[in-house]
């Protein structure tokens, strides 16, 4: 199983940048998709999530309107478009693959990208 997440980088504040993270080793479409960030000194959090059909999106309060996530199924990635970054966005951004039934889980972790966000 891997999950590669890749387009992080420098962005100033106010800019846009759209992470990616490409899976394989599973059946991708089975899996809901999230990226979780954690920022220097701080827990890791969740960002956002998609159930597998991308039918349903889930983002925390304060990514709303300028987080996106989505999903290609037939290309087994996952996105996650941030625009409006602000510098407390700064963080290392994960991906994350959870597959559930009943009190069956699987949960399978990137290993992350650096998103920094300084003038």
């Known amino acids: 199983v891997q999950l590669v997440e890749s387009g992080g980088g420098l962005v100033q504040p106010g800019g846009s940048m759209r992470l990616s993270c490409a899976a394989s080793g599973f059946t991708f479409s089975r899996y809901a998709m999230s990226w979780y960030r954690q920022a220097p000194g701080k827990e890791r959090e969740l960002v956002a999530s998609?159930?597998?059909?991308?039918?349903?999106?889930n983002y925390e309060d304060s990514m709303k309107g300028r987080f996106t996530i989505s999903r290609d199924n037939a290309k087994n990635t996952v996105y996650l478009q941030m625009n409006s970054l602000k510098p407390e966005d700064t963080a290392v951004y994960y991906c994350?693959?959870?597959?559930?039934?009943?009190?069956?889980?699987?949960?399978?972790w990137g290993q992350g990208t650096q998103v920094t966000v300084s003038a």
């Open positions: 998609i159930l597998s059909r991308g039918d349903s999106t």
């Open positions: 994350n693959a959870q597959y559930r039934r009943n009190f069956y889980v699987e949960n399978y």
